[in-house]
């Protein structure tokens, strides 16, 4: 059986210098495997994942999550997105304009209408820090299928 699974490095960079880094493992929602499935027809096509929303939720994720856990700060598209065997790679560089604090993220598809538009399929949770204005905070989220029978 083919599982989705995910993993995502983080920094935090503040004049020039890195202040934070995190890594970890994400949860795929029961969304994002629907979404998956769905990309393998046809027909009706789901518009391709490329936004990253910031939150500062602390509720752990779970499979049924169709939105972030708390506040949802930004939404900002990926720079670069990779191909390469049974994985994609997902980056990411978000410039704070003013301060927020962050402790979870989000993968969506179709989010460029804005807050609470497309599809979350992963999310995560991490230690929370606070960005500043003028601060960039670094995401590669990777998503990768394993596990054929």
Request: hydrophobic residues 40%.
């Amino acid at each position: 059986m083919l599982q989705l699974c995910g993993r995502y490095e983080l920094e935090l960079v503040r004049n020039g210098k890195v202040i934070h880094q995190a890594k970890g493992q994400n949860l795929v929602t029961t969304l994002g495997e629907n979404y998956a499935a769905n990309r393998f027809g046809t027909t009706g096509l789901p518009t391709a994942i490329d936004w990253i929303a910031l939150g500062d939720g602390t509720t752990a994720a779970a499979k049924s999550d169709t939105d972030l856990g708390g506040t949802e700060h930004n939404r900002t598209a990926s720079t670069s997105d990779t191909t390469t065997g049974n994985s994609i790679t997902f980056v990411f560089a978000i410039t704070a304009g003013g301060s927020i604090t962050v402790s979870e993220a989000g993968l969506f598809n179709n989010a460029a209408a804005g807050p609470a538009s497309g599809t979350m399929v992963a999310r995560f949770l991490t230690q929370q820090f606070n960005m500043g204005v003028g601060d960039v905070l670094n995401v590669t989220w990777q998503l990768e299928f394993t596990g054929v029978e």
